[in-house]
């Protein structure tokens, strides 16, 4: 992996002088922690699976055993990873700021175990299962049947994920928190997402039309490239530590 990237001096200077940083997260962060990201070619999670059957109400209608599944495999392969210096950047980052704020739409749990407090999760939390007839009840243990998903020990319904799926709507606090934040932000940071996922795709665009001043950290140019008045075209795991280096001199730990 390449271990040097630019930071221009404005850029340090303006994250320097930042009183309150938003930051969207995507799949990407989490690629060097060797979480599969959702549209990478090599190990897209999307070039294995069709979306349609797995992150979708109907999906999970259709067939409950193979989204259940889907998910459990997801679960066992969290426990190898952990957070890499990119997430650990970022928890590093939010003390130095007064005001913070970190959305993040992935559902690993990474940016918690690195340290992040003022984080929301906008599509929810693999690691968290839930009543799919009850939204609110988590379930901490269950049986795991041969040929479907557990069952709710209350209703009887099939548990799922606590996440949001596409056609879900996002819970409310989380999103209204981020993108209170997106409006009201100097500087946002928009770190390894393609950008096509809506709503959280929208929130870089109401920091720009806010005056914010909006950063991109990913190896690819996305759709969301031309709203960015800075790029740091590099792995996050690299170009955030650099940042924060930059911006205030210090070394961020490798995680
Ligand atoms: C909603 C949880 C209202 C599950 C996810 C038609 C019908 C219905 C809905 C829609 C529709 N058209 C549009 C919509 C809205 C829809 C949507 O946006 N669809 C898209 C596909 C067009 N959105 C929704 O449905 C949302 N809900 O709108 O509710 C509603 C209600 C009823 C009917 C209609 C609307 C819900 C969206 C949430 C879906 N759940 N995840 C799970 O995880 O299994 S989304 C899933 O994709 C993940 O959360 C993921 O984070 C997200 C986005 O992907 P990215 O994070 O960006 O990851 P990706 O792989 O795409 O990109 C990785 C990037 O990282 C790349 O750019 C790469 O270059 C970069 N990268 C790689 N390595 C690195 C790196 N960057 C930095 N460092 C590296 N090392």
Not at 9 to 27: C, D, F, P, S, Y
Not at 56 to 68: D, I, M, S
């Amino acid at each position: 992996m390449d271990t040097a990237v630019a930071i221009d001096v404005r850029l340090a200077r303006a994250l320097r002088e930042a009183r309150h940083v938003a930051v969207l997260t995507g799949a990407g962060i989490s690629a060097e922690s060797g979480v599969p990201t959702f549209r990478d070619a090599l190990t897209g999670l999307w070039a294995t699976f069709d979306p349609r059957e797995l992150a979708t109400p109907a999906g999970f209608r259709r067939n409950p055993k193979l989204v259940w599944d889907w998910y459990a495999a997801r679960r066992e392969q969290l426990r190898e990873v952990a957070p890499n210096p990119g997430h650990d950047a970022l928890a590093r980052l939010e003390a130095r700021v007064p005001r913070f704020l970190l959305a993040t739409q992935n559902v690993d749990g990474l940016h918690a175990r690195a340290g992040s407090r003022r984080l929301v999760e906008l599509h929810g939390n693999i690691a968290r299962v839930r009543c799919s007839r009850e939204r609110g009840r988590i379930v901490a243990t269950w049986d795991e049947p041969a040929d479907e998903p557990p069952r709710c020990p209350s209703c009887g319904a099939f548990l799922r994920p606590d996440v949001v799926w596409f056609e879900e709507d996002l819970p409310v606090d989380a999103l209204v928190a981020a993108e209170d934040a997106a409006r009201a932000c100097d500087l946002m940071l928009v770190v390894g997402t393609s950008g096509e996922v809506y709503p959280a795709a929208a929130l870089p665009q109401y920091a720009a039309d806010a005056g914010a001043c909006v950063v991109e950290v990913n190896p690819a140019p996305t759709p969301l490239s031309r709203i960015a008045d800075h790029a740091l075209r590099a792995p996050a795991g690299v170009a955030l530590p650099a940042l924060v280096r930059a911006a205030w001199g210090e070394d961020v730990m490798p995680a």
